[in-house]
Nanobody
Framework: VQLQGSGGGLVQAGGSLRLSCAAS????????VGWFRQAPGQEREFLVG???????YYEDSVKDRFTTSKDNAKNTVYLEMHSLKPEDTAVYYC????????????????????WGQGTQVTVSS
């Protein structure tokens, strides 16, 4: 199973980026997906959860600015990020959890089974 993250880059404050997370050997159609980020010297931070049915959960820090979605046909999950701030600078990760009939989102990194390699997002002031 591989998750391939992409779409990061350098953007000015107030700008937008779209991250993608493509899966091979795994399907997003019946799994829970999480988006995390990790800034230098910080712990990995949960941001967004996306259930197999499309239900979403957003942490307050990104609510109303970030939106997640998935395309089951392409087996790809997206994270649209708007109104970016310098404090959003971090490496962003997608993660997937095998279906277990539990909650529709999970906030702890250890609860996930598969991880993307991370993509750098840098927001300049």
């Amino acid at each position: 199973v591989q998750l391939q993250g992409s779409g990061g880059g350098l953007v000015q404050a107030g700008g937008s980026l779209r991250l993608s997370c493509a899966a091979s050997g795994h399907t997003f159609s019946n799994s829970t997906v999480g988006w995390f980020r990790q800034a230098p010297g910080q712990e990995r931070e949960f941001l967004v959860g996306l259930s197999w049915s499309g239900r979403t959960y957003y942490e307050d820090s990104v609510k109303d600015r970030f939106t997640t979605s998935k395309d089951n046909a392409k087996n790809t999950v997206y994270l649209e990020m708007h109104s970016l701030k310098p404090e959003d600078t971090a490496v962003y990760y997608c993660a997937a959890k095998r279906p277990n009939g539990g909650r529709y989102y999970y906030t702890q990194p250890q609860e996930y089974d598969y991880w993307g390699q991370g993509t750098q997002v840098t927001v300049s002031s």
